[in-house]
Protein backbone atom coordinates (compact mmCIF):
# COMPACT_ATOMS: atom_id res chain seq x y z
CA UNK A 1 0.00 0.00 0.00
CA UNK A 2 1.34 3.23 -1.23
CA UNK A 3 0.84 6.28 1.74
CA UNK A 4 1.08 9.73 0.16
CA UNK A 5 1.64 12.30 2.13
CA UNK A 6 0.30 16.21 1.30
CA UNK A 7 3.52 17.73 2.58
CA UNK A 8 5.74 15.14 0.32
CA UNK A 9 8.17 17.83 -0.97
CA UNK A 10 8.80 17.39 -5.08
CA UNK A 11 5.89 15.32 -6.65
CA UNK A 12 6.89 16.55 -10.12
CA UNK A 13 9.69 16.96 -11.69
CA UNK A 14 10.18 19.92 -13.74
CA UNK A 15 10.64 19.28 -17.35
CA UNK A 16 14.07 19.83 -19.25
CA UNK A 17 13.91 23.16 -21.32
CA UNK A 18 14.28 23.65 -25.18
CA UNK A 19 17.79 25.51 -25.63
CA UNK A 20 17.23 28.31 -28.53
CA UNK A 21 20.51 27.16 -30.21
CA UNK A 22 22.64 28.06 -27.41
CA UNK A 23 24.25 26.48 -24.46
CA UNK A 24 21.94 25.81 -20.77
CA UNK A 25 22.35 26.76 -17.34
CA UNK A 26 21.20 24.85 -14.75
CA UNK A 27 18.91 26.00 -12.24
CA UNK A 28 18.01 23.67 -8.80
CA UNK A 29 14.17 22.84 -8.94
CA UNK A 30 12.59 24.38 -5.99
CA UNK A 31 9.53 21.78 -5.71
CA UNK A 32 6.42 22.31 -3.52
CA UNK A 33 4.30 20.39 -1.30
CA UNK A 34 2.28 16.61 -2.62
CA UNK A 35 -0.30 17.07 -5.20
CA UNK A 36 -1.41 13.39 -6.45
CA UNK A 37 -2.35 10.05 -5.39
CA UNK A 38 0.96 8.01 -6.12
CA UNK A 39 4.81 7.70 -5.41
CA UNK A 40 6.90 10.72 -6.88
CA UNK A 41 9.79 10.05 -9.19
CA UNK A 42 13.08 8.60 -8.19
CA UNK A 43 14.44 11.60 -9.98
CA UNK A 44 12.77 14.46 -7.99
CA UNK A 45 15.48 15.95 -6.85
CA UNK A 46 16.98 16.48 -10.36
CA UNK A 47 18.00 20.08 -11.54
CA UNK A 48 15.77 22.06 -13.68
CA UNK A 49 17.60 23.51 -17.08
CA UNK A 50 16.77 26.75 -18.32
CA UNK A 51 16.45 28.09 -22.02
CA UNK A 52 18.95 29.72 -22.92
CA UNK A 53 19.16 32.30 -26.14
CA UNK A 54 21.87 31.65 -28.77
CA UNK A 55 25.17 33.40 -28.18
CA UNK A 56 25.22 36.54 -30.12
CA UNK A 57 28.43 37.10 -31.68
CA UNK A 58 28.02 40.98 -32.55
CA UNK A 59 30.14 43.05 -30.85
CA UNK A 60 28.40 45.21 -27.98
CA UNK A 61 27.71 49.04 -28.15
CA UNK A 62 30.78 50.78 -27.61
CA UNK A 63 31.06 52.88 -24.17
CA UNK A 64 32.58 56.63 -23.70
CA UNK A 65 36.37 55.86 -22.34
CA UNK A 66 36.85 57.56 -18.91
CA UNK A 67 38.88 60.53 -19.36
CA UNK A 68 42.51 61.07 -19.34
CA UNK A 69 42.13 57.23 -21.03
CA UNK A 70 42.70 55.96 -24.68
CA UNK A 71 41.08 52.99 -26.04
CA UNK A 72 42.48 50.27 -27.18
CA UNK A 73 42.09 48.26 -30.02
CA UNK A 74 39.85 44.97 -29.51
CA UNK A 75 40.99 42.29 -32.08
CA UNK A 76 37.55 40.62 -32.52
CA UNK A 77 39.09 37.42 -33.89
CA UNK A 78 40.82 36.61 -30.76
CA UNK A 79 37.48 37.90 -28.24
CA UNK A 80 35.45 35.80 -30.46
CA UNK A 81 37.65 32.24 -30.28
CA UNK A 82 37.66 32.67 -26.94
CA UNK A 83 33.88 32.79 -26.15
CA UNK A 84 33.62 30.38 -28.68
CA UNK A 85 36.30 27.88 -26.93
CA UNK A 86 34.57 29.09 -23.05
CA UNK A 87 31.18 28.32 -24.27
CA UNK A 88 31.99 25.07 -25.86
CA UNK A 89 34.34 23.90 -22.44
CA UNK A 90 31.22 24.66 -20.77
CA UNK A 91 29.05 22.70 -22.64
CA UNK A 92 31.29 19.81 -22.05
CA UNK A 93 31.33 20.74 -18.18
CA UNK A 94 34.84 21.72 -18.67
CA UNK A 95 34.59 24.32 -16.33
CA UNK A 96 37.93 25.26 -15.81
CA UNK A 97 38.95 25.71 -19.37
CA UNK A 98 35.55 27.80 -19.93
CA UNK A 99 36.64 30.02 -16.78
CA UNK A 100 40.02 30.59 -18.39
CA UNK A 101 38.29 31.45 -21.86
CA UNK A 102 35.96 33.92 -20.05
CA UNK A 103 38.78 35.48 -18.31
CA UNK A 104 40.88 35.89 -21.45
CA UNK A 105 37.82 36.85 -23.53
CA UNK A 106 37.53 39.46 -20.61
CA UNK A 107 40.79 40.43 -20.44
CA UNK A 108 40.66 41.24 -24.78
CA UNK A 109 37.43 43.12 -24.59
CA UNK A 110 36.73 44.14 -20.77
CA UNK A 111 33.41 46.16 -21.33
CA UNK A 112 32.00 42.98 -23.21
CA UNK A 113 29.53 41.51 -21.19
CA UNK A 114 29.47 38.25 -23.15
CA UNK A 115 32.58 37.45 -20.83
CA UNK A 116 31.10 38.32 -17.52
CA UNK A 117 27.34 36.47 -18.56
CA UNK A 118 29.11 33.24 -19.49
CA UNK A 119 31.55 33.66 -16.62
CA UNK A 120 28.75 33.89 -14.33
CA UNK A 121 26.95 30.91 -16.06
CA UNK A 122 29.84 28.81 -15.47
CA UNK A 123 30.43 29.50 -12.08
CA UNK A 124 26.62 28.97 -11.79
CA UNK A 125 26.71 25.52 -12.45
CA UNK A 126 29.22 24.38 -10.50
CA UNK A 127 26.81 25.87 -7.29
CA UNK A 128 29.76 28.98 -7.07
CA UNK A 129 26.65 31.06 -6.31
CA UNK A 130 28.79 34.09 -4.53
CA UNK A 131 31.13 34.31 -7.36
CA UNK A 132 28.44 34.21 -10.07
CA UNK A 133 26.58 36.92 -8.75
CA UNK A 134 29.46 39.28 -9.28
CA UNK A 135 29.70 37.99 -12.76
CA UNK A 136 25.92 38.71 -13.43
CA UNK A 137 26.40 42.09 -11.92
CA UNK A 138 29.01 43.23 -14.14
CA UNK A 139 27.65 41.70 -17.18
CA UNK A 140 24.07 43.81 -16.00
CA UNK A 141 25.89 46.88 -15.97
CA UNK A 142 27.57 46.94 -19.56
CA UNK A 143 24.44 45.66 -21.21
CA UNK A 144 21.56 47.09 -18.65
CA UNK A 145 19.18 46.96 -22.04
CA UNK A 146 19.24 42.95 -21.86
CA UNK A 147 16.88 41.16 -19.74
CA UNK A 148 18.94 37.89 -19.38
CA UNK A 149 21.71 39.02 -17.30
CA UNK A 150 19.32 40.47 -14.41
CA UNK A 151 17.44 37.48 -15.15
CA UNK A 152 20.47 35.43 -14.00
CA UNK A 153 20.95 37.31 -11.21
CA UNK A 154 17.45 37.30 -9.72
CA UNK A 155 18.06 32.71 -10.09
CA UNK A 156 21.54 33.47 -8.35
CA UNK A 157 19.52 35.16 -5.67
CA UNK A 158 17.15 32.65 -4.99
CA UNK A 159 20.25 29.99 -4.14
CA UNK A 160 21.33 32.78 -1.79
CA UNK A 161 18.18 32.63 -0.31
CA UNK A 162 17.80 36.17 -1.00
CA UNK A 163 14.52 36.58 -2.20
CA UNK A 164 14.10 40.21 -2.24
CA UNK A 165 17.11 40.94 -4.09
CA UNK A 166 15.92 38.35 -6.04
CA UNK A 167 12.39 40.02 -7.07
CA UNK A 168 14.28 43.33 -7.35
CA UNK A 169 16.79 41.83 -10.09
CA UNK A 170 13.80 39.93 -11.99
CA UNK A 171 11.97 43.14 -12.25
CA UNK A 172 14.42 44.75 -14.24
CA UNK A 173 14.61 42.11 -16.44
CA UNK A 174 11.23 42.57 -17.44
CA UNK A 175 11.88 46.77 -17.05
CA UNK A 176 14.95 46.04 -19.17
CA UNK A 177 13.32 43.69 -22.38
CA UNK A 178 9.40 44.11 -21.69
CA UNK A 179 8.90 42.31 -24.69
CA UNK A 180 11.20 39.02 -23.65
CA UNK A 181 9.75 36.15 -22.04
CA UNK A 182 13.08 35.66 -19.74
CA UNK A 183 12.29 38.38 -17.81
CA UNK A 184 8.92 37.33 -17.09
CA UNK A 185 10.02 33.82 -15.86
CA UNK A 186 12.48 34.48 -13.52
CA UNK A 187 9.66 37.02 -11.63
CA UNK A 188 7.27 34.06 -11.66
CA UNK A 189 9.89 31.84 -10.34
CA UNK A 190 10.87 34.45 -7.54
CA UNK A 191 6.96 34.64 -6.88
CA UNK A 192 6.33 31.26 -6.37
CA UNK A 193 9.24 30.99 -3.83
CA UNK A 194 7.69 33.58 -2.16
CA UNK A 195 4.03 31.46 -1.89
CA UNK A 196 2.69 33.98 -3.87
CA UNK A 197 1.20 31.94 -6.21
CA UNK A 198 -1.30 33.74 -8.44
CA UNK A 199 0.69 36.68 -8.89
CA UNK A 200 3.60 33.81 -9.90
CA UNK A 201 0.86 32.07 -12.53
CA UNK A 202 0.30 35.86 -14.38
CA UNK A 203 4.12 36.36 -14.83
CA UNK A 204 4.61 32.37 -16.09
CA UNK A 205 1.44 33.16 -18.42
CA UNK A 206 2.72 36.53 -19.75
CA UNK A 207 6.44 34.40 -20.27
CA UNK A 208 4.62 31.82 -22.23
CA UNK A 209 2.84 34.39 -24.29
CA UNK A 210 6.27 35.95 -25.05
CA UNK A 211 8.58 32.84 -25.75
CA UNK A 212 9.28 32.27 -29.32
CA UNK A 213 8.28 28.58 -29.08
CA UNK A 214 6.30 26.45 -26.97
CA UNK A 215 8.62 25.79 -23.82
CA UNK A 216 8.35 22.28 -21.57
CA UNK A 217 10.15 24.47 -18.22
CA UNK A 218 7.23 27.19 -18.51
CA UNK A 219 4.85 24.52 -18.64
CA UNK A 220 6.00 22.41 -15.80
CA UNK A 221 6.15 25.67 -13.74
CA UNK A 222 2.37 26.09 -14.56
CA UNK A 223 1.50 22.33 -13.26
CA UNK A 224 3.66 22.67 -10.13
CA UNK A 225 2.39 26.24 -9.07
CA UNK A 226 -1.65 25.02 -9.69
CA UNK A 227 -1.04 21.86 -8.27
CA UNK A 228 0.26 24.02 -4.96
CA UNK A 229 -3.09 25.65 -4.95
CA UNK A 230 -5.20 22.26 -5.50
CA UNK A 231 -6.08 23.71 -8.49
CA UNK A 232 -5.39 19.59 -9.88
CA UNK A 233 -7.68 19.89 -13.02
CA UNK A 234 -6.47 23.13 -14.32
CA UNK A 235 -2.58 21.78 -13.46
CA UNK A 236 -3.74 18.35 -15.50
CA UNK A 237 -4.49 20.34 -18.29
CA UNK A 238 -1.45 22.31 -18.48
CA UNK A 239 0.30 19.04 -18.06
CA UNK A 240 -1.38 17.23 -21.03
CA UNK A 241 -0.32 20.50 -23.16
CA UNK A 242 3.32 19.92 -21.81
CA UNK A 243 3.08 16.34 -22.85
CA UNK A 244 2.05 17.87 -26.43
CA UNK A 245 4.86 20.35 -26.08
CA UNK A 246 7.32 17.64 -25.52
CA UNK A 247 5.81 13.93 -26.41
CA UNK A 248 9.08 12.38 -25.25
CA UNK A 249 9.43 14.35 -21.99
CA UNK A 250 9.90 11.81 -19.15
CA UNK A 251 8.95 14.41 -16.56
CA UNK A 252 6.00 15.87 -18.49
CA UNK A 253 4.39 12.65 -19.05
CA UNK A 254 4.70 11.27 -15.46
CA UNK A 255 3.33 14.69 -14.15
CA UNK A 256 0.21 14.36 -16.17
CA UNK A 257 -0.39 10.84 -15.41
CA UNK A 258 0.03 11.82 -11.37
CA UNK A 259 -2.11 14.72 -12.06
CA UNK A 260 -4.70 12.13 -13.76
CA UNK A 261 -4.68 9.45 -11.19
CA UNK A 262 -5.53 12.21 -8.82
CA UNK A 263 -8.70 12.98 -10.89
CA UNK A 264 -9.76 9.79 -10.52
CA UNK A 265 -8.94 9.06 -14.40
CA UNK A 266 -8.06 6.23 -13.52
CA UNK A 267 -7.46 4.09 -16.81
CA UNK A 268 -6.17 7.75 -19.08
CA UNK A 269 -3.21 7.60 -15.98
CA UNK A 270 -2.49 4.06 -16.71
CA UNK A 271 -1.57 4.84 -20.18
CA UNK A 272 0.39 8.02 -19.57
CA UNK A 273 2.70 5.87 -16.68
CA UNK A 274 3.03 3.35 -19.83
CA UNK A 275 4.18 6.24 -21.54
CA UNK A 276 6.33 7.33 -18.88
CA UNK A 277 8.00 3.92 -18.64
CA UNK A 278 8.80 3.31 -22.53
CA UNK A 279 10.97 6.91 -22.26
CA UNK A 280 12.43 5.79 -18.56
CA UNK A 281 11.99 2.24 -17.39
CA UNK A 282 14.06 2.76 -14.77
CA UNK A 283 12.42 4.28 -12.30
CA UNK A 284 10.15 2.67 -10.11
CA UNK A 285 7.36 4.77 -9.74
CA UNK A 286 5.96 4.38 -12.38
CA UNK A 287 5.58 0.75 -12.25
CA UNK A 288 4.13 1.30 -9.09
CA UNK A 289 1.63 3.88 -9.36
CA UNK A 290 0.49 2.24 -12.72
CA UNK A 291 -0.70 -1.28 -9.95
CA UNK A 292 -2.66 1.53 -7.61
CA UNK A 293 -4.32 2.51 -11.25
CA UNK A 294 -5.34 -0.51 -12.06
CA UNK A 295 -6.20 -1.60 -8.21
CA UNK A 296 -7.35 1.70 -6.98
CA UNK A 297 -7.65 0.00 -3.25
CA UNK A 298 -4.50 -0.64 -3.02
CA UNK A 299 -3.48 3.69 -2.13
CA UNK A 300 -4.82 6.45 0.13
CA UNK A 301 -4.29 9.99 0.85
CA UNK A 302 -2.98 11.29 3.90
CA UNK A 303 -1.79 14.60 5.44
CA UNK A 304 0.39 13.08 7.56
Excluded at 2 to 14: V, Y
Excluded at 113 to 123: D, V
Excluded at 188 to 201: M, Q, T
Excluded at 255 to 272: D, F, M, T, V
Amino acid sequence: MIMISSRTRSLFMLGLAISLCGSVTVMRAQHGSGAGGGSTSENAGAVMKLPAKKPVRTAPTSTKPKPGTRTQPVDNSQLEDALSLADDARQARRYEAAERGYLLAAKIAPNDPRSYLGLGHAYYSQKKFAEAEKSYVRAASLSKADSEPYARLAFTYTELQRLDEALAAARRAVTAQPDNYYGYLAVGYVLSLRHNYAEAETAYRKAVSLAPQPLPVLQAELVRILSEQRRYADAAAEAKKGVEIAPKDYSARFSYAILLQKLGQLLPSAQEYIEAIKLNSKDSAPHSNIGDDLCPGSYRLTDS
